[in-house]
């Protein structure tokens, strides 16, 4: 794994990019934690993040690939019918730095179709998928979108990566205003399904809360 704490050199230099809510003074006050699911919605496992989460009255934000959405639109309902946020992912999990800036755009409007808007007056999230995103690309969406990176790289996504090692490192990482990545993806079922009902209880009992983006 590259890295598991974005780096704040990172930060500086994309500041125009959403990495973490710290300077929200309210978040400090309020102990919020920010959860992000990416690649969704898929069978079984985002039913199950929804369940998990329901069971601890948190809410997250989940940014939908659009081919995943077209497919199981029955999934992407039940999303929004638990009061979560979404956000655009793509619509066919792009890699930015491997693709020309116009079909990048296209591809992101063609998700954003899918994905009836309730985010007015606030802008439009996104994630670039694998965090790849070429300069370009960026002063094209700002305008529109929020992009939204992040300050924990869970490593739910690393099959190899043992399960109380993940958990144990999003715990001592995370403070108030942290937003963290998790997967609803098939890779990372195995930690997933570990770390986030323990991630959440661990907090919870620390007075923390939940929230959308
Ligand atoms: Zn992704």
């Given amino acids: 794994m590259n890295f598991f704490k974005t780096p704040s ?6 500041p125009s990019l959403t990495w973490d809510k710290f300077q ?3 978040d400090l006050e309020q102990k919020k934690i920010y959860l992000t699911f990416d690649d969704g ?3 079984e496992l985002t039913p199950w993040v929804l369940q998990t989460l329901k069971s601890w009255h948190a809410h997250g934000t989940f940014f939908c690939v659009g081919n995943n959405v077209h497919q199981y639109p029955e999934l992407y309902q039940a999303v929004k019918d638990g009061n979560h946020r979404i956000g655009n992912h793509t619509y066919n999990h792009l890699n930015g730095w491997n693709t020309d800036n116009f079909l990048y755009l ?3 409007l063609k998700c954003e179709k899918l994905l009836s808007s309730s985010d007015k007056p606030k802008k439009k999230l996104f994630r670039p998928p694998y965090g790849k995103i ?3 690309q960026i002063q094209q969406l700002l305008p529109r979108y929020q992009i939204v990176m992040w300050d924990i790289l869970s490593g739910d996504f690393d099959p190899n990566f043992n399960q109380e090692t993940c958990l144990e490192r999003c715990i001592q990482h995370t403070r108030p205003g942290t ?4 997967h609803d993806n ?3 079922q195995k930690n997933l399904t570990y770390v ?3 991630y959440i209880e661990h907090f919870t009992k620390q007075d923390y809360s939940f929230d959308t983006l």
């Fill in 196 to 198: 986030l009902p323990r």
């Fill in 41 to 43: 919605p898929i069978p």
């Fill in 106 to 108: 296209k591809n992101i």
């Fill in 186 to 188: 098939y890779k990372a």
């Fill in 179 to 182: 937003i963290v990545i998790f």
């Fill in 9 to 14: 050199l990172l930060k500086h230099i994309y």
């Fill in 24 to 26: 929200d003074t309210n």
């Fill in 134 to 136: 070429k300069l370009k």
